[in-house]
């Protein structure tokens, strides 16, 4: 079991910056691919970014393509998502998840069913 817990959420306005943090405990991290989800109210969860368990590969939606970097820091167990030039529509639900799938292609990478762990959620709001 990977247990997960997202920090650093909030209130922004447009144009600003915030860094999400999800930390993981229970069994070792670096195995793992990691990915950030989002959901907005009305709306179905949708896939933000992943990081390859080795770091090495990293992948983005299009929406946040330029603006949104995934990190990992595997010596402190930590996942983070940097979102800078921060939209409206960017306001939702931020979910990291851990999955051992394949990360051959970057599809897999963009699917909900292929992580296995979910944190609880955290709120970021972008005002206008």
């Known amino acids: 079991q990977v247990q997960l817990v997202e920090s650093g959420g909030g209130l922004v306005q447009t144009g600003g910056s915030l860094r999400l943090s999800c930390a993981a405990s229970?069994?070792?991290?670096?195995?793992?691919?990691m990915g950030w989800f989002r959901q907005a109210p009305g709306k179905e969860r949708e896939f933000v970014a992943a990081?390859?368990?080795?770091?090495?590969?990293?992948y983005y939606a299009d929406s946040v393509k330029g603006r949104f970097t995934i990190s990992r820091d595997d010596a402190k167990n930590t996942l983070f998502l940097q979102m800078n030039i921060l939209k409206p529509e960017d306001t939702a639900v931020y979910y990291c998840?851990?999955?051992?799938?394949?990360?051959?292609?970057?599809?897999?990478?963009?699917?909900?069913?292929?992580?296995?762990?979910w944190g609880q959620g955290k709120q970021v709001t972008v005002c206008s």
């Open positions: 990081i390859k368990w080795s770091g090495i590969s990293t």
């Open positions: 998840a851990a999955g051992a799938f394949t990360f051959g292609t970057f599809t897999a990478a963009t699917m909900a069913p292929k992580y296995d762990y």
């Open positions: 229970g069994r070792t991290f670096s195995p793992y691919n």
